[in-house]
């Protein structure tokens, strides 16, 4: 990327600014850029702040590493006892749902740069994206079933209507993994590349966008969105209220338990 300045966050997220643009990259390559609450919360800062910025119209978020997000915070969920996983399932699933809320009502144009694997709280974060960029040879996959939880950040209400019911449900109860491909088929991102293209074509979205008609971004979003962010609002709650029940029964205490190689 074309940098004029970069800003340092080195517990979970490096902020890059040029003309025009702000790129949020996740730069916890170590832990999968897993969605823990740090993540969150300076990723809706650094979008609050781009958003205060009149001079920025695009805003993309993108990882590094093999991961764009491999979801919720697994391990430390897994590094409480099952009475707390509750509470602690209901402050994060709360913080995503800030961020999710921030994205649908933003003014930017969000572009999602999917550079690796997207699991979980990363597919719903690609959903509440408003155009997104996939890696050809990247993995799109649901998740929440393998580990006995429910999904979070949107997904349960903005998959059926990007892909329909039935895909949908083999998406989150049938495991299927799709490829970058596989996700332009399915109307989950707009257009996949190969690896070697895709920073250069991010820029080059980036770039298009900028130059576009900006000012009528957040009119037109707030056109398409209409009539449906307050029951997306209504619907995130009862999705955060539905995972934190689930992390306390034996069957996801177990199946997190395994995934983090406590059991």
């Excluded at 997000?69 to 709360?94: H, I, N, Q, Y």
């Amino acid at each position: 990327m074309r940098q004029e300045d970069t800003v340092e966050h080195p517990d979970a997220v490096r902020v890059e600014h040029r003309a025009g643009v702000v790129r949020i990259v996740w730069d916890r390559a170590a832990t999968g850029n897993a969605v823990d609450l740090d993540l969150a919360r300076e990723t809706l800062s650094a979008l609050r702040r781009a958003e205060a910025d009149p001079t920025v119209h695009v805003l993309t978020l993108t990882g590094s590493g093999r991961f764009f997000s491999a979801g919720g915070d697994v391990k430390g969920m897994a590094g409480r006892p099952a009475t707390e996983r509750p509470e602690f399932l209901r402050e994060l699933a709360s913080a995503a749902r800030d961020l999710a809320l921030a994205m649908v009502r933003s003014r930017l144009l969000i572009i999602a740069g999917v550079n690796g694997t997207a699991a979980g709280a990363g597919l719903g974060l690609i959903l509440n994206s408003d155009w997104a960029l996939i890696r050809e040879d990247a993995t799109v996959l649901a998740a929440y079933a393998a580990i006995g939880l429910t999904p979070d950040t949107g997904v349960s209400y903005l998959l059926p209507r990007a892909v329909g019911h039935q895909r949908s449900v083999e998406l989150t109860l049938g495991g299927r993994r799709l490829t970058g491909t596989e996700a332009v088929e399915w109307g989950i991102a707009v257009e996949s590349v190969s690896a070697e293209e895709f920073a250069e074509r991010l820029t080059e979205v980036e770039d298009r966008f900028v130059a576009g008609t900006a000012g009528s971004y957040g009119s037109t979003k707030r056109l398409l969105r209409r009539g449906v962010v307050a029951e997306y609002e209504t619907h995130l709650a009862e999705e955060i209220s539905v995972i934190a029940e689930r992390s306390g029964t034996p069957e996801s205490v177990a199946l997190v338990d395994g995934f983090a190689g406590r059991g």
